[in-house]
């Protein structure tokens, strides 16, 4: 599925653990997410999925939901554009 990433940052706490957030659009759904991210080395990633702002269609977020478990590629990119902004 086409989406757009809209902004992403990632910071690391002191235990040098990971917590970064990226908003972004799905196509052909009304809303924007945002989706958290969390973890302790880098490489193993837990994740909170919200809508960013104001609530939506419960349908489409359990849509997106859904396609953030099986699209390995689309959450590797979230992650990947929350990482880089560590860079700039």
Do not use: C, P, R
Request: net charge negative.
């Amino acid at each position: 599925m086409e989406y757009q990433i809209i902004k992403a940052d990632m910071a690391q706490d002191e235990e040098k653990h990971y917590l970064g957030h990226v908003t972004f659009t799905l196509a052909g759904h009304q809303s924007q997410y945002e989706i958290t991210l969390f973890s302790k080395n880098g490489k193993d990633w837990d994740y909170s999925l919200n809508f960013a702002g104001e609530s939506g269609i419960e349908e489409e977020f359990l849509k997106a939901d859904e396609l953030l478990e099986e699209d390995d590629d689309m959450f590797d990119a979230l992650v990947d554009a929350a990482m880089e902004s560590m860079a700039k």
